[in-house]
């Protein structure tokens, strides 16, 4: 039977606190992650000490559900520089798969404009030179966003995270090469927006994913969200595109382990 795949969580607070109660409770939502179907989830950094925990956990779980992971740094936290976490990229780990989360915030900017944009070009790049994944963070910023890709260069394997514009920003994220990945906001009322962009994007540029410990779909919306939830999301988005969902979950993720270079689930 073919597996869930968790394109985007973070499982990695405190990893490396030395407290085994973290351990345990990654090892618990893991469990519970299996449990639901869960096969493999990928663990992104949003800054220096995430990213560190994400590759700590990634590399020490020992599970059935398979864990990889991404280093970055978020638009949140670009007035901070990104030179620890290229420093980190380039030190190499077997389990680590990607640059980001990194991109552009228009709609909190806790750094400056020109901060996020520095700092996105430059997790841009590393992803160009070290040959990963590029893990975006879009929100409210889609003119600029799209600017500095175009003066960058997408990198090949490239997705959208936690996409929530609507079917033009989709198209011109597809057309510049750009996979889509959604989360539970897919789920929410007031997202049929987002619900008509979902019908533009190809099934082979798909992705689903929870961004936990945020966004818990409906109807588990307002608590805390854990990768097993991507089974709803996934669901209800086979259920929207009226498709069979074990080819929906076996499509995307097939999806997410060609973004991230990494073999097929069995």
């Known amino acids: 039977m073919s597996l869930w795949t968790d394109a985007h969580c ?27 179907g869960v096969g493999r989830v990928i663990v992104v950094g949003t800054d220096a000490t995430t990213s560190r925990e ?13 864990v990889y992971a991404t280093v970055g ?8 520089g990104t030179a620890e976490v290229e420093a980190l990229a380039r030190a190499g780990s077997p389990k680590l798969v990607g640059i980001g989360e ?5 709609f909190y900017e806790h750094s400056h ?35 500095v890709l175009d003066a960058e260069g997408m990198p090949p394997r490239t997705v959208i995270h936690c996409f929530t514009g609507g079917p033009a920003e989709a198209e011109a994220c597809l057309e510049r ?10 789920t929410f009322k007031n997202a049929q927006d987002l619900r008509d962009a979902l019908r533009v994007v190809p099934l082979d540029r798909l992705h689903v994913e929870t961004d936990s410990p945020f966004l818990a779909p ?35 993720a097939a999806n997410t382990a060609r973004l991230f270079a990494i073999p097929v689930l069995p």
């Not at 973070?10 to 973290?22: I, K």
């Not at 990194?102 to 228009?106: I, P, R």
């Not at 901060?115 to 879009?138: C, G, N, P, S, T």
């Not at 090469?177 to 897919?186: E, K, N, Q, Y």
């Open 113 to 147: 404009r020109d901060q996020q944009k520095q700092a996105f070009a430059r997790q841009i790049q590393l992803a160009h030179e070290l040959d990963l994944a590029l893990v975006i963070h879009a929100r409210d910023a889609w003119d600029d966003l799209l600017a």
């Open 102 to 106: 990194c991109g552009l915030d228009y």
């Open 177 to 186: 090469g750009a996979d889509i990945s959604l989360a539970g906001v897919v």
């Open 10 to 36: 973070h499982l990695q607070e405190r990893y490396l606190s030395g407290d085994p109660q973290v351990a345990a409770d990654v090892a618990d939502t893991l469990t519970r992650a299996h449990e639901a």
């Open 218 to 252: 409906v109807p588990h919306r307002g608590r805390t969200n854990e990768p097993a939830l991507v089974a709803v999301v996934g669901t209800f988005i086979a259920n929207e595109l009226e498709i069979d969902v074990v080819a929906l979950r076996e499509r995307t």
């Open 73 to 80: 740094v978020h638009p949140h936290d670009a007035e901070h």
């Open 54 to 66: 994400a590759v700590a956990l990634a590399e020490a779980v020992q599970h059935d559900v398979e």
